[in-house]
């Protein structure tokens, strides 16, 4: 299996939004709707963000969303803060009880 | 609230066995949820390594095909905590370990071990 793709890198400007794209194929994004994203600051450990494609865990600000289209999902950062500025991985269900990671977006807010 | 802390060894030999625990408290691993392992190796990704589900799921197991060979992910009740044993480990190995709680449903994972490093190095 191999990784879900993502952009090694995105970028904005305090209070923009910015959209970082995750895709797969049919049996991982395309065929589930298990897609969840991480953000992980230097030397932390991974935070889920974003849950079942769009859902977010309590205490996560709704300046996070995410959707998915076909074998592509995103994850879109509304009002940009300087707090966003980390690593961005997302996630899908693979079947037969397998996951799978994209190798990662670092974001920098300007 | 739960927590996951992982221990073990912080340097291991090339081809030998890589050993870690996850202690957790905060809940019983009986009660429901997968447990599983995740990880970094420096600088680069997160990967998937596998998981064990509870009691509810007959201690199901499942591997990342590519360490399958040689994975093993075990539970003790009696201790609420779980463990990996990763086999003839070469220098790829060398990575941030964590260990997880992860909904089962949707394969997402809840909450995260603060991450230990293990160094494979003669």
């Known amino acids: 299996q191999s990784a879900l793709t993502q952009p090694p890198s995105a970028s904005g400007s305090p209070g923009q939004s910015v959209t970082i794209s995750c895709t797969g194929t049919s049996s991982d994004v395309g065929g589930h709707n298990y897609v969840s994203w991480y953000q992980q600051h230097p030397g932390k450990a991974p935070k889920l963000i974003i849950f079942?494609?769009?859902k977010r865990p309590s205490g996560v600000p709704d300046r996070f969303s995410g959707s998915k289209s076909g074998n592509t999902a995103s994850l879109t950062v509304s009002g940009l803060q300087a707090e966003d500025e980390a690593d961005y991985y997302c996630s899908s269900y693979a079947g037969n009880d397998n996951v799978i990671f994209g190798g990662g977006t670092t974001l920098t807010v300007l | 609230q739960v927590q996951l802390q992982e221990s073990g060894p912080g340097l291991v030999k090339p081809s030998e066995t890589l050993s870690l625990t996850c202690a957790v408290s905060?809940?019983?691993?009986?009660?429901?949820?997968?447990w599983g392992w995740i990880r970094q190796p420096p600088g680069k990704g997160l990967e998937w390594i596998g998981s064990v589900g509870s009691m509810y799921h007959n201690w199901a197991t499942s591997y990342n095909p590519s360490l399958k060979s040689r994975v093993t992910i075990s539970v003790d009740t009696s201790k609420n905590q779980f463990s990996l044993k990763l086999n003839s480990v070469t220098a790829a190995d060398t990575a941030v370990y964590y260990c997880?709680?992860?909904?089962?449903?949707?394969?997402?994972?809840?909450?995260w071990g603060q991450g230990t490093l293990v160094t494979v190095s003669s």
């Open positions: 997880a709680r992860i909904w089962g449903g949707s394969s997402h994972v809840e909450n």
């Open positions: 905060g809940y019983s691993i009986r009660d429901g949820f997968y």
């Open positions: 079942e494609v769009t």
